[in-house]
């Protein structure tokens, strides 16, 4: 097995003093909420032009403080994922992340095919990284997200879990280039109408094979076999992409 040097995880950042007294016991940090929206942006929740919930809403909804949401959204803005107007409100913005002014911009003309074409070459690469690196936390994280991917009751939340469960394993590699790579290809998939493919996962048989699928890379990568892990991982966006090939276009 071929052997990759270790790297340390980024620290999550620590929380200030003040904020700590008003935040309700257990509650979420910045960090942590700023997570929570730029997935739901990155997934395709939050479309570009969307309106995000007031700050207001968004604080009963994390059981926080508005003065900590803002925080998280300002966070947001200084990515230009969001794009604040007085009076009106905060929207996601048509080009997100740090890079959106060197990046290329992603045209009407990228399709859900190309975004799983994209992923089918990447991941199948996590794989030896993986396995070199993860540590048994990282495992019970990936454990974790594929259990919300195996226990999602509709097909909304089953997509945004699928997300989760691939960035984390994206995170797991440790290289901060390809979790950049794999944020990308996110926005794309967005930016591509992803979730105007109604017929894809629409069955509950259908999320049950593809939970499968990620169960299987899974215990590939937790029993330290890169090849196997590699070979699923191809197979399994093989799979989506030719689920996708023939279905006709809004």
């Known amino acids: 097995m071929t052997q990759f040097p270790d ?3 980024l620290a ?5 003093a003040d904020l700590l007294e008003l935040m309700p016991e257990n509650g979420p940090s910045e960090t942590e909420i700023y997570r929570k929206v730029r997935d739901a942006i990155d ?3 939050f479309e570009p032009g969307d309106r995000l919930p007031p700050e207001r809403d968004l604080a009963v909804r994390f059981g926080t403080s508005r003065n900590l949401i803002r925080r998280a959204v300002q966070r947001l803005e200084r990515e230009r994922r969001v794009i604040r107007h007085v009076g009106r409100g905060t929207f996601v913005a048509e080009r997100t992340g740090p890079l959106a002014e060197a990046a290329p911009p992603i045209t009407p003309r990228v399709s859900p095919v190309d975004v799983l074409e994209a992923r089918m070459v990447i991941e199948p690469g996590f794989a030896d990284l993986i396995v070199a690196r993860a540590t048994e936390d990282d495992f019970v994280r990936l454990e974790l997200r594929l259990q919300d991917l195996e226990q999602a009751p509709t097909q909304q939340e089953f997509r945004e879990a699928g997300y989760a469960f691939h960035m984390e394993l994206a995170r797991v590699t440790r290289n901060p280039l390809l979790i950049r ?3 990308l290809i996110i926005e794309a998939r967005a930016a591509a109408g992803w979730g105007r ?3 894809l996962n629409d069955t509950p048989e259908a999320r049950k094979s593809q939970a ?3 169960r ?3 215990t590939a990568l937790r029993d330290r076999d890169s090849e196997t892990a590699r070979r699923l991982l191809r197979a399994h966006f093989g799979r989506m992409v030719a689920g996708l090939a023939f279905q006709p276009e809004d």
């Open 12 to 16: 999550a950042e620590p929380l200030e």
């Open 197 to 199: 493919l109604r017929s």
């Open 216 to 218: 299987r890379i899974l």
């Open 7 to 9: 790297t340390n995880a």
């Open 181 to 183: 790579i794999f944020e």
């Open 212 to 214: 499968e699928s990620n």
């Open 43 to 45: 997934s395709g929740r």
